[in-house]
């Protein structure tokens, strides 16, 4: 495969940046990036004018823009949106040159605003995330009539994703019938479909924050089926018989008194649920790191309990000696306690 030789010298010359040069660098580049994008806008509307690509051999804007310029057809749609929202209300520029709204947003209003809602939508798009530009949206769209539905489907099977995996798949197709080889594997799954509300999407990314990292990248049903399965270990008759059963085949009855003070050990690395809970619920559920610049971690999925002085060197488990950090944020520290040449292997590699 050939490497462009930019690509071999950029990271070398990166490296030899400090820090502060550096985020100069990243910023100045995120704005060139930034006023390139809205040329693009530029570009497309008077390409849509000119009708060029037409001449050029390409069916329309989108086709051109797909095969020609090499964008996905995710790119070349939202581009193409965004740029017809805006030859509409050309204030939208300067909105976009400001960052008060983004490329996402004016491709998806773009089919809903007019000369009458036209002040109201972008008065209420500036600023805001996909979720509240979707909200709106359903406001000016056609109400859905859906119900609660469940149909059982059929699903291709993943791919192999290794060499070994890939190899038992082609030995396990060698030995199916000729005729039947090129009829894709596919798994019978259930469809469900329903409503919900605001409450309801606002405790499901809750829950899956408090799963921890493991979750993040789950999808609904996994975190769901997580959810309905530790309901019936609490509510279940079995099995609340098989912990009263537990229970009294306790060996000792000072048993409860015995956990909580093994809890408080001190001689473990394991910080006590009461103790992690106080914490959690002081620090606001959020990364506690900021920056000099007084600028706070926003992250709240993922958090991990860190000792300020750290427990391989006496910290204790005391609320006071311990903070919410992202994972990031808990490497770096420990970066900073143990050296980069301790924590360089649990750094991912990007």
Not at 56 to 62: D, M, N, T
Not at 99 to 121: A, F, K, P, Q
Request: charged share 30%.
């Amino acid at each position: 495969m050939h490497v462009h030789n930019e690509d071999q010298i950029i990271p070398t010359l990166l490296r030899e940046l400090d820090d502060k040069e550096f985020i100069h660098q990243f910023e100045m580049t995120a704005g060139i990036e930034h006023g390139a994008t809205i040329k693009m806008l530029h570009f497309i509307n008077d390409l849509e004018r000119r009708k060029t690509f037409l001449e050029l051999g390409y069916s329309s804007v989108f086709d051109f823009c797909v095969r020609r310029i090499k964008y996905s057809s995710s790119q070349a749609g939202r581009r193409i949106q965004a740029a017809r929202c805006c030859r509409r209300y050309p204030e939208l520029f300067g909105y976009l040159r400001n960052r008060e709204v983004c490329i996402m947003t004016l491709s998806m209003i773009e089919g809903i605003i007019t000369d009458d809602n036209h002040d109201e939508i972008v008065k209420r798009v500036r600023g805001a995330s996909r979720r509240e530009v979707e909200r709106l949206i359903s406001e000016y769209r056609p109400a859905a009539a859906l119900r609660d539905r469940i149909r059982y489907v059929h699903v291709p099977l993943p791919q192999p994703r290794d060499l070994n995996t890939a190899l038992l798949d082609r030995a396990f197709k060698q030995a199916i019938p000729e005729q039947y080889r090129d009829r894709i594997p596919a798994v019978e799954k259930v469809f469900v479909q329903f409503l919900a509300d605001e409450e309801f999407l606002t405790l499901f990314e809750e829950v899956r924050g408090l799963m921890g990292g493991h979750a993040l990248d789950s999808s609904f049903a996994d975190v769901i089926k997580l959810v309905l399965k530790e309901y019936r270990e609490r509510h279940s008759p079995a099995a609340r018989k098989q912990r009263r059963d537990e229970r009294k085949r306790a060996t000792s009855p000072d048993s409860h008194r015995w956990e909580w003070k093994n809890a408080q050990d001190e001689s473990t690395r394991h910080v006590p649920d009461e103790v992690r809970d106080e914490v959690v619920v002081r620090d606001g559920g959020q990364c506690t790191f900021v920056a000099p610049d007084g600028t706070r971690c926003q992250c709240k999925k993922g958090l991990q309990i860190d000792h300020i002085n750290p427990f391989a060197v006496g910290g204790s488990h005391d609320v006071s000696n311990l903070r919410l950090l992202c994972g990031g944020h808990n490497k770096l520290a420990a970066e900073r306690t143990m050296g980069k040449h301790v924590m360089q292997p649990y750094w991912r590699r990007q």
